[in-house]
Nanobody, 120 residues
Framework: QVQLVESGGGLVQPGGSLRLSCAVSGSIYRLLTMGWYRQAPGKQRELVATITNDGSTNYQESVKGRFTISRDNAKNTAHLQMNSLKPEDTAVYFC??????????????WGQGTQVTVSS
């Protein structure tokens, strides 16, 4: 089985920073794209940022210039550095990983979510 464990959420004032981390463990042949999604109350889950295993990144327009996604392939971890946080960034943030379990099998996995609250 594959597990994703997130950490780093919390309460921060507008303009503050947080760093989310996601560690992937278990039976992995190859770790492909990793990313972060978020879901605010009453809204659909939306993409925040993704990073491929060769380091190519993609960001939601509203977080460009404020958030940075990175990964450590040796440790099977991904991080989301969030700066200049705004109240509208408040949501549950979910880590995502596309994993090859073997040469033929690709599966998607999600973390349990971590709450980020931006409020004064």
């Amino acid at each position: 089985q594959v597990q994703l464990v997130e950490s780093g959420g919390g309460l921060v004032q507008p303009g503050g920073s947080l760093r989310l981390s996601c560690a992937v463990s278990g039976s992995i042949y190859r770790l492909l794209t990793m990313g972060w999604y978020r879901q605010a109350p009453g809204k659909q889950r939306e993409l925040v940022a993704t990073i491929t295993n060769d380091g190519s990144t993609n960001y939601q327009e509203s977080v460009k210039g404020r958030f940075t996604i990175s990964r450590d392939n040796a440790k099977n971890t991904a991080h989301l550095q969030m700066n200049s946080l705004k109240p509208e960034d408040t949501a549950v943030y979910f880590c995502y990983a596309a994993v090859k379990r073997n040469v033929l099998t690709r599966m998607d996995y999600w973390g349990q979510g971590t709450q980020v609250t931006v409020s004064s």
